[in-house]
């Protein structure tokens, strides 16, 4: 029987927590030496749980969406890198990749939240937003003539709605999804949908 059922047994589904709040972790107690500090901030999670089943104990964390609670979670979540039998949900699902790229989501949310407008934080306009398939130019030459108006470029331009997608591009058919939806998925793609500050209605062609 795995965390996650043990949870279920006793009526907390970490699947589901992690859906309302920033995000969960399961973990079972370590020969850590830092193990007693880890649980203390543990303890400060909005949610924590223990059970007891079968002579082990389970303990259960939900740490709330806000920039005090994100930059707890970052302490406990250094603590616990290296353990064995830890489970971490983000968003509805377990998550897969580093601890170091969480720490890097909660430390970009904690600095939009000391911002007035966090959108100026998250947020940027970009005109290269589309993947290119055809051949580019290698180089372009302009020409500026005496007496003659410059022409100003066509290219359409769009806010985006976080900042570490500027390297990263959506297809302009849709037949992968509309916009919406492939920032969507470039947004789980890249781990950053269950930070509190992405905002997928941020995306929009600017005027």
């Known amino acids: 029987?795995?965390?996650?059922?043990?949870?279920?047994k006793e009526h907390i589904n970490p699947f589901a927590l992690s859906k309302q709040y920033l995000l969960v972790v399961t973990?079972?107690?370590?020969?850590?030496?830092?193990?007693?500090?880890?649980?203390l901030w543990a303890r400060s999670a909005k949610i924590f749980e223990n059970l007891e089943?079968?002579?082990?104990t389970i303990y259960c964390c939900a740490f709330?969406?806000?920039a005090e609670q994100a930059g707890m979670a970052g302490v406990f979540l250094n603590y616990i890198e290296n353990w064995n039998g830890?489970?971490?949900?983000?968003n509805g699902r377990i998550h897969s990749g580093s601890i170091y790229d969480l720490l890097g989501v909660l430390d970009c949310y904690q600095k939009s939240q000391s911002c007035p407008n966090p959108k100026s934080h998250c947020c940027f306009v970009?005109?290269?937003?589309?993947?290119?398939?055809?051949?580019?130019?290698?180089?372009?030459?302009?020409l500026d003539l005496a007496g003659k108006k410059k022409e100003t470029s066509s290219a359409k331009k769009f806010v985006?709605?976080?900042i570490n997608f500027r390297h990263h591009r959506i297809e302009k058919e849709t037949y992968l999804g509309n916009w919406n939806e492939q920032i969507a998925a470039l947004a789980v793609k890249q781990n950053i949908d269950w930070c509190p500050s992405f905002d997928?209605?941020?995306?929009?062609?600017?005027?």
């Open 1 to 8: 029987m795995d965390q996650f059922e043990l949870c279920q």
């Open 27 to 39: 973990f079972v107690k370590s020969n850590s030496k830092n193990f007693q500090a880890a649980l």
């Open 53 to 56: 089943i079968e002579k082990e």
């Open 64 to 66: 709330d969406k806000t």
């Open 86 to 90: 830890k489970q971490i949900y983000i």
């Open 126 to 142: 970009s005109d290269d937003i589309f993947l290119w398939h055809g051949s580019r130019p290698t180089f372009e030459i302009s």
């Open 160 to 162: 985006m709605p976080c």
């Open 200 to 207: 997928i209605e941020n995306f929009r062609q600017y005027e």
